[in-house]
């Protein structure tokens, strides 16, 4: 039994040659888009992050290795397509189409199981992220690999804190160390006994405030005035939208990206899929037939593909009709057919 089946000229089989070659071009560039992505985030995104660099570079280098098997896929299309135009007969070309559509089915489904999980490791990226700022803020002062990297965060993407600039003053990352206990501003704040001041790193501070930036009371004594009556003034000076948000839309982006590829993907393997194999069964065919009209049957499954036992012969499917077949004298019987298919080169 045949599953899907066309009788296609000449011109038909070189039209359905264009159009795999228009798919495979999509797949190449499905291929490319999620490389560049990759790449993307892995230069730009994750080398902002301290303890999350390489978790967010982990996932990003399986999509980019998406990409190039996507390339690779391309370019064994390129193959097979002429394989199947000038050399469809051959064992090789049999063996060469077998193996692309299993490796490309496997693909898909490797593609799926990734897009699948894709929400649940963009959430994961953020809560560690989220976790990390904390601890970065708490060890701020105490550990000079997180201190950098925390000033190059808020500094080049003008952001403090995690979620909201009063994380500095609500996490105790200053201590008896960094500050004099003796001091009249330190003793103010200290009076209920709390160990922590409303004040924030340099790397705070807004770019294009026209003003000195006040972001630390306890050493900025000479603005004291500021901080008790012009609250506004002060955040003014800093940057109050935290970090966290900043850093999300790329990461989602390239995520929301990477599953809408994967969606195309699979609809263009799945039109491959059904174009490689009328293409190849109707060249296939057209050398069993030896017709000089050209035409030949393409199916998506059916006989050769699982032996030759049942089913319709070439030459039923091409002439149902009986006068037709006694006409076609030269045609080959079904062991012939079943001869010639297995006698091929490799």
Known sequence: MAVGVFKLSK????????????????????GVTMLSLSIYVCISVAPVLFSERAELSYVFAVVA????????????????????????SKKSTRSLVFAWI????????????????????????????????????????????????????????????????????????????????????????????????????WSCCRLGFPMQCLHDPLQQTGA??????????TLDSLNTEGCINKLKPPIR????????????????????????????????????????DGVAPGWIFGRGDCGYGGGKSLMDIMYPNSTERRRKSTSPTNDEENRLIDSHDN
């Open 11 to 30: 011109s038909q089989r070189s039209f359905l040659s264009i159009i795999f070659l228009i798919l495979n071009l999509i797949q190449v560039l499905t």
């Open 65 to 88: 290795i998406c990409g190039v098997n996507n390339i690779c896929c391309w370019l064994f299309g390129l193959k097979i397509r002429l394989k199947c135009l000038n050399q469809a």
């Open 102 to 201: 299993c490796i490309s089915f496997y693909v898909i489904t490797y593609l799926i199981i990734l897009a699948r999980h894709t929400r649940k490791v963009y959430k994961h990226i953020i809560r560690a992220m989220d976790h990390s700022f904390y601890i970065g803020i708490s060890k701020y002062l105490k550990d000079s690999n997180w201190k950098i990297s925390i000033d190059k965060i808020q500094y080049d993407m003008q952001c403090c804190g995690a979620k909201s600039y009063k994380e500095w003053y609500e996490v105790p990352w200053l201590d008896k160390y960094q500050i004099n206990v003796k001091s009249e501003s330190v003793k103010q704040y200290r009076e209920n006994g709390s160990s922590l001041y409303p004040v924030t790193p």
């Open 224 to 233: 004291h005035s500021v901080w008790a009556d012009q609250h506004s003034l």
């Open 253 to 292: 982006w390239s995520l929301t990206g990477f599953i809408l590829l994967v969606v195309v993907n699979c609809i263009v393997q799945l039109l491959i899929f059904i174009v490689v194999r009328l293409l190849y069964t109707s060249c296939r065919n057209d050398a069993i037939l030896n017709d000089a």
